[in-house]
Structures are given as structure tokens and as C-alpha cells.
């Protein structure tokens, strides 16, 4: 039990140094791109998939969110990255990310727009094809 609490403070400090990493300067501008995006959708309230879905609910909990830390601080360098991450085990806060929670509800009004524009020209193609 210990080790997964420890498991869980750890990528609570690396979201956070992913934020911090997403705005310095010493970073490449496509691995800012890509840790902003994982600190925000990990920082964010709203889920892409929600955790009332039963197992598919947790996926990005357990899956996403941690392969997506993995793969960022596998593109920042060992020094930075530890920097980072001491500066993240310093702040007190934890800030969420509401312009990602903007992005995400955007993202599924979209894709709930294109479902339905999908739905209405295959059942109007239905319709012209029936007899």
C-alpha cells in the first residue's frame, strides 16, 4: 500500500514539473507542446473518458497519464528534468488547468457534432436508397 501511495505522489510531481518544463525556455518547443498537453489533461477536472464508464473510465488514470509522463521526461534531458522535478516537490498548490477543461469540452462537443452530422447523411442516404 505504501508503494502505491508513493507511486501516486510521484506522478502528482511530475505533472507538475511537466507544467514547469512546458514553460522554460531551456526546452524544445514540440516536447513544451507535448508536456503542456499531458499536464493539462492530467491537471484537468474533465476526463475524455469519463470514470463513471465502467473500467474504460480509469484507462487514462492508470494508462495514459503515465505513459504520457513517461514519454515526455524521456524526451527532456536527465538534468532538467531533475530540476524540474525539484521544483515541483517545492510547490504547495496544485493547479488546474481550466483552459484544458475549455479544450476538452470543446473536443467533445465536436465530436458529438460530427457523430450526429454522420448519422443524419447515413440515414438520409437511407431513406433515398429505400423503395
Known amino acids: 500500500m505504501e508503494r502505491a ?14 507544467w514547469i518544463a512546458a514553460r522554460d525556455p ?14 493539462a489533461y492530467a491537471l484537468s477536472p474533465i476526463d475524455l473518458i469519463p470514470d463513471f464508464i465502467p ?10 497519464v503515465p505513459l504520457g509522463i513517461l514519454l515526455v521526461v524521456w524526451l527532456i534531458p536527465a538534468g532538467l528534468m531533475a530540476e524540474f522535478r525539484a521544483q515541483a516537490a517545492t510547490l504547495a498548490t496544485h493547479p488546474q488547468s481550466r483552459a484544458a477543461a475549455v479544450v476538452i469540452v470543446v473536443v467533445w462537443i465536436a465530436a458529438a457534432i460530427l457523430l450526429m452530422w454522420w448519422l ?10 429505400s423503395p
Request: charged share 25%.
Open 55 to 64: 473500467v474504460l473510465g480509469y484507462i487514462d488514470d492508470l494508462l495514459i
Open 26 to 39: 531551456r526546452v524544445a518547443w514540440y516536447v513544451k507542446l507535448l508536456a503542456l498537453a499531458v499536464a
Open 120 to 129: 443524419l447523411r447515413f440515414f438520409d442516404r437511407m431513406s433515398v436508397n
Open 5 to 18: 501511495k508513493q507511486w501516486t505522489r510521484n506522478i502528482k510531481r511530475d505533472v507538475l514539473a511537466l
